[in-house]
């Protein structure tokens, strides 16, 4: 009662008013000046990444941690449609004023029975599929993507085999494919736990295989064969230097496949883009 009646010195105490205003402070508090529009989609572009607050505020520099916060926790609908990007799910560190909300079961995968059935067909371009290569000698990996049509992949070393790196690099990968990459089948490996990610910024659709069954990523796993002729499961993908791995994916899209009537990938692959170029799609 202090404390309220020393902020309204000059005026009768209303009590009314001072709910009013108390609700006003704790809506606006830890925001300090008004924060513009697009520093908020600024805000929604780093969830969706699977940025923490703390990372948003001190990437943006803008706002503070409590902020970020207030932001989801003011609106329910908003809280729900980010709600799976937060990395405790809604539970709040110690240090913030946020509610503890636990989240029931695991974050949903797309199953590849949902995937479209012509796409089983290749007649169509533009469905990728993606795996990890692994060696027993090291914590490196090989991230694998295949387009299922022309077979054209590309590979990429991946120093830690986590979900945020996987991430990062698949969208690094597909960005200059973006009009081209209508879906993408992964294996269940937890590295491919941030698809919502990569659904959102390639706007495509991510399905999953079932467990144990490899051969509905056919094309993959047949790539990947053609690459442990160059990299054995013996061998350490660290001592493996950038400049070999590009020469295998440049050996593998210009090799010629019996399937294009012995053209390459590449090549084939080329002709796609014409189309592209040329008629707006294919």
């Not at 902020?7 to 008004?34: D, F, I």
């Not at 520093?39 to 706002?63: D, N, T």
């Not at 790196?165 to 494919?177: A, G, N, Q």
Request: net charge positive; charged share 30%.
């Amino acid at each position: 009662m202090t404390q309220l009646l020393n902020r309204h010195p000059y005026q009768a105490y209303q009590a009314h008013e001072a709910v009013t205003l108390a609700r006003k402070r704790r809506k606006n508090s830890g925001n300090g000046k008004a924060i513009e529009y697009s520093v908020w989609r600024q805000v929604e572009k780093y969830l969706m990444l699977y940025y923490s607050p703390e990372q948003i505020a001190a990437r943006l520099k803008k706002i503070s941690v409590q902020s970020v916060y207030n932001y989801l926790y003011q609106n329910k609908a908003r809280y729900e449609q980010f709600k799976p990007y937060l990395r405790r799910k809604g539970k709040a560190y110690r240090h913030c004023k946020a509610p503890s909300i636990k989240e029931g079961g695991r974050r949903y995968k797309r199953p590849i029975k949902q995937r479209p059935s012509y796409v089983e067909s290749r007649k169509t371009q533009g469905h990728w599929e993606g795996d990890t290569i692994i060696s027993r000698k090291d914590k490196q990996a090989l991230l694998t993507l295949v387009e299922r049509k022309t077979g054209l992949v590309l590979i990429e070393r991946l120093n830690q085999r986590t979900a945020a790196k996987t991430r990062d690099m698949i969208i690094k990968l597909l960005t200059p494919f973006k009009k081209m990459v209508k879906s993408i089948t992964f294996d269940n490996g937890m590295e491919f736990n941030y698809h919502h990610a990569i659904e959102h910024y390639l706007n495509t659709s991510v399905y999953f295989a079932e467990p144990y069954k490899s051969w509905q990523r056919g094309t993959n796993e047949n790539t990947n064969g053609l690459i442990r002729q160059f990299i054995p499961k013996s061998a350490a993908i660290s001592l493996v230097d950038d400049e070999q791995i590009k020469k295998i994916q440049y050996l593998l899209n210009t090799r010629p496949r019996k399937r294009h009537k012995f053209k390459s990938p590449a090549s084939f692959y080329s002709k796609e883009l014409r189309q592209i170029a040329l008629h707006g799609g294919i």
